[in-house]
C-alpha cells in the first residue's frame, strides 16, 4: 500500500515548455486533489476531483489542466511553464475519518521555471 | 482575509516543554483539522475534530475546539526534538466536495 505516489520529485523546466506532474493513489479514494505551496502563503488549491470523469477548478486553476480517467490516476498539466509557476505542488486523496475528510498527501514535485 | 489561520508564525521550545499552537477560522465548520509537515516533504494528517466535540487527544497531542470564538489549538506535551516541523490547521471550504483550506502554518523548533 503505496498511498499517494507523485513523480518526479524534482523538475526545472524552461518558460513555455510544458509538462505534466503525475499523481497515483491505491487507496481507492474517491477525492483527489492538487495544491501548490509557497513561502508564506501556505496551500493553495489549484484543481480537485470527485471522482473519475469529474473534475473542477479551486482558488488558483489558471495555467493547469487536470484530467481524472480513473480513479488512480489524477495527472496535473502545466499548459506553458511560467516562472511564477515555481512551487512545490502537492497530490492528495481524501477518506472519510469520523467527521471528516482527512487528506493523504504525497511527497510533493518541487518545480523551477527559469 | 481567509479561513484558518495559525498563531503564531514560529514557536522555539527546549525538549520536554510543552507546545501550543492556535488557529482562527471565519465561517461555521463541521470539522477542523491538523497536519504536521516535516522539512521537505509532505503533510501528515494528525487528528480531526468534529464540530459537537470541545477536545480530543491522541498521544500527546490535545486539540481543543471553540465554535463560539472560531478558534482551535493543538498542543504537544513533553516535546521532542522530532516534533520540529510545521503545524497546519485545515477547515473545509465552503464549496464543499471535501475541499480544505489551509493556513501558512505554525513552524515549531524542539532544541534539544
Known amino acids: 500500500n503505496a498511498g499517494v505516489t507523485q513523480t518526479p520529485k524534482f523538475q526545472v523546466l524552461k518558460t513555455g515548455q510544458s509538462m505534466t506532474l503525475q499523481c497515483a493513489q491505491d487507496?481507492?479514494?474517491?477525492?483527489m486533489s492538487w495544491y501548490r505551496q509557497d513561502p508564506g502563503m501556505g496551500l493553495r488549491l489549484i484543481h480537485y476531483?470527485?471522482?473519475?470523469?469529474?473534475?473542477d477548478q479551486g482558488e488558483v486553476p489558471n495555467g493547469y489542466n487536470v484530467s481524472r480517467s480513473t480513479t488512480e490516476d489524477f495527472p496535473l498539466r502545466l499548459l506553458s511553464a511560467a516562472p511564477s509557476q515555481t512551487s512545490v505542488y502537492f497530490c492528495?486523496?481524501?477518506?472519510?475519518?469520523?467527521?471528516?475528510?482527512?487528506?493523504?498527501f504525497g511527497s510533493g514535485t518541487r518545480l523551477t521555471v527559469v | 482575509s481567509q479561513q484558518g489561520e495559525e498563531d503564531p508564525q514560529a514557536l522555539s521550545i527546549q525538549e520536554g516543554e510543552n507546545a501550543t499552537m492556535n488557529c482562527s477560522y471565519k465561517?461555521?465548520?463541521?470539522?477542523l483539522q491538523w497536519y504536521r509537515q516535516n522539512s521537505g516533504r509532505g503533510l501528515v494528517h494528525l487528528i480531526l475534530?468534529?464540530?459537537?466535540?470541545r477536545e480530543k487527544h491522541s498521544g500527546r497531542l490535545r486539540v481543543t475546539l471553540d465554535t463560539s470564538k472560531k478558534s482551535s489549538s493543538l498542543l504537544i506535551t513533553a516535546s521532542r526534538a522530532a516534533d520540529t516541523a510545521s503545524y497546519f490547521c485545515?477547515?473545509?471550504?465552503?464549496?464543499?466536495?471535501?475541499?480544505?483550506?489551509f493556513g501558512t502554518g505554525t513552524r515549531l523548533t524542539v532544541i534539544p
Open positions: 492528495a486523496s481524501s477518506y472519510y475519518q469520523g467527521g471528516g475528510y482527512g487528506y493523504t
Open positions: 487507496m481507492n479514494h474517491e477525492y
Open positions: 485545515a477547515t473545509p471550504l465552503p464549496t464543499g466536495a471535501n475541499n480544505l483550506f
Open positions: 475534530i468534529r464540530s459537537n466535540e
Open positions: 465561517t461555521s465548520i463541521n470539522n
Open positions: 476531483s470527485v471522482g473519475a470523469g469529474i473534475t
